[in-house]
């Protein structure tokens, strides 16, 4: 039997993706950009081993049993990364025939699940990273975050640390959709990510079917399409010049105008609560007492947590602040995190 575990971290995006132009594939219909979070706090650890004597694939997610049966995604990274394997195993018959034999997964996230924290991110990373090592493949980040991709179409940016952009591609293989990295973990130390758990509660729309629905019925998506491409340039010139004010500006804009499509659905989808539309309120009153000079900016993704970038000497004051207006005597509700941006460091 071969067994190998590995951790991945969560990614937070800042210009976000929503919407797909082949759902089989997971191509998007837009390049969207985020930063990856330290994993000490937020990851996805899965273990798999491969067995001749197993009688099937099997799925453990946080100690329960999932049927697998119709997982279409987690089936698209075991075929991708088993024909690798098997080409290996072609060219050298002394390998251990790993592609045929059936395989455990066991996944665990140390956070909320499916509460839009990203979790499908690091988990779907974690399973094609871990099917990686297991199978000893060679391949490199980018080839497995085409990969990644068609198991999450974000878990594609978990791969790499620091701030990633995933580049939409125009091939209709999809051969030229993958992540990037724009910049390494260490080039802007000072930036911290504040999780804010408004709720734990699984959402109520996933995120598939929620890009479903845009697609169809949001007149408002054309807009964002075409604002999209300037903003990525926009946002990677702000990370390489960490210009907060700029950064900020834009994550801000780009979750509202997000959560505005969302909205211009038919039927609506929200993601928010009155939490979070607190918090939004709060930051940009915190930020206007600063005559306008950004502090904080909040992202929100599929759901009603929100995630605060902050340079590290406002985030003491910033956690104070949301601790002051937002107390709650629910344990799981008051969990601050925060969340240095790190490497992929021992996966
Ligand atoms: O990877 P998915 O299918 O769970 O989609 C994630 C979409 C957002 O989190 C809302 C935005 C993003 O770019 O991560």
């Given at each position: 039997m071969s067994s190998v575990t590995c951790t991945a971290p969560v990614n937070i995006a800042v210009i976000k993706y929503w919407g797909k132009r082949d759902t089989q594939l997971i191509l998007p219909t837009n390049d969207s950009l985020s930063v990856t979070l330290s994993q000490d706090i937020l990851h996805s650890k899965t273990s798999i081993s491969a067995n001749k004597g197993y009688a099937q694939d099997r799925l453990w997610l946080n100690g329960i049993e999932e049927?697998?049966?119709?997982n279409k995604r987690m089936h698209n990274c075991f075929r991708e990364t088993r024909a690798l394997r098997q080409r290996m195993e072609k060219e050298d018959p002394?390998?251990?025939?790993?592609?045929?034999y059936p395989l455990h997964v066991c996944s665990e996230n140390n956070f909320p699940t499916a509460a839009g924290l990203a979790s499908s991110a690091s988990g779907l990373a974690a399973l094609v990273f871990t099917l990686a090592k297991l199978f000893d493949l060679p391949t490199s980040m980018t080839d497995l975050s085409r990969i990644a991709r068609q198991g999450?179409?974000?878990?594609?940016?978990?791969?790499?640390?620091g701030f990633v952009a995933w580049?939409?591609?125009?091939?209709a293989d999809g051969s030229d959709s993958r992540a990037v990295q724009i910049a390494p973990d260490t080039h802007w130390p000072e930036l911290e990510a504040l999780v804010c758990v408004v709720s734990d509660a699984k959402k109520g729309t996933s995120s598939t079917s929620g890009m479903q629905q845009t697609i169809e019925s949001s007149p408002l998506m054309k807009e964002r399409l075409r604002v999209v491409p300037g903003r990525m340039d926009a946002m990677k010139q702000a990370i390489k010049d960490k210009n907060f004010q700029t950064f900020a500006e834009l994550t801000m804009r780009d979750s509202n105008q997000f959560h505005s499509v969302c909205l211009d659905t038919f039927p609506p989808i929200f993601y928010l609560n009155d939490t979070s539309r607190g918090i939004i309120q709060l930051i940009h009153e915190y930020n206007a007492a600063n005559n306008g000079v950004y502090k904080a900016a909040y992202t929100y993704d599929a759901g009603p947590n929100a995630v605060i970038y902050a340079t590290k000497e406002n985030m003491k004051e910033i956690i104070e602040l949301i601790g002051h207006y937002?107390?709650?005597?629910?344990e799981k509700k008051s969990t601050y995190f925060t969340d240095p941006y790190n490497v992929l460091e021992g996966k």
């Amino acid at each position: 039997m071969s067994s190998v575990t590995c951790t991945a971290p969560v990614n937070i995006a800042v210009i976000k993706y929503w919407g797909k132009r082949d759902t089989q594939l997971i191509l998007p219909t837009n390049d969207s950009l985020s930063v990856t979070l330290s994993q000490d706090i937020l990851h996805s650890k899965t273990s798999i081993s491969a067995n001749k004597g197993y009688a099937q694939d099997r799925l453990w997610l946080n100690g329960i049993e999932e049927d697998i049966t119709k997982n279409k995604r987690m089936h698209n990274c075991f075929r991708e990364t088993r024909a690798l394997r098997q080409r290996m195993e072609k060219e050298d018959p002394d390998l251990l025939p790993l592609s045929t034999y059936p395989l455990h997964v066991c996944s665990e996230n140390n956070f909320p699940t499916a509460a839009g924290l990203a979790s499908s991110a690091s988990g779907l990373a974690a399973l094609v990273f871990t099917l990686a090592k297991l199978f000893d493949l060679p391949t490199s980040m980018t080839d497995l975050s085409r990969i990644a991709r068609q198991g999450s179409g974000s878990a594609c940016r978990s791969l790499f640390g620091g701030f990633v952009a995933w580049e939409m591609g125009s091939e209709a293989d999809g051969s030229d959709s993958r992540a990037v990295q724009i910049a390494p973990d260490t080039h802007w130390p000072e930036l911290e990510a504040l999780v804010c758990v408004v709720s734990d509660a699984k959402k109520g729309t996933s995120s598939t079917s929620g890009m479903q629905q845009t697609i169809e019925s949001s007149p408002l998506m054309k807009e964002r399409l075409r604002v999209v491409p300037g903003r990525m340039d926009a946002m990677k010139q702000a990370i390489k010049d960490k210009n907060f004010q700029t950064f900020a500006e834009l994550t801000m804009r780009d979750s509202n105008q997000f959560h505005s499509v969302c909205l211009d659905t038919f039927p609506p989808i929200f993601y928010l609560n009155d939490t979070s539309r607190g918090i939004i309120q709060l930051i940009h009153e915190y930020n206007a007492a600063n005559n306008g000079v950004y502090k904080a900016a909040y992202t929100y993704d599929a759901g009603p947590n929100a995630v605060i970038y902050a340079t590290k000497e406002n985030m003491k004051e910033i956690i104070e602040l949301i601790g002051h207006y937002f107390p709650s005597s629910d344990e799981k509700k008051s969990t601050y995190f925060t969340d240095p941006y790190n490497v992929l460091e021992g996966k």
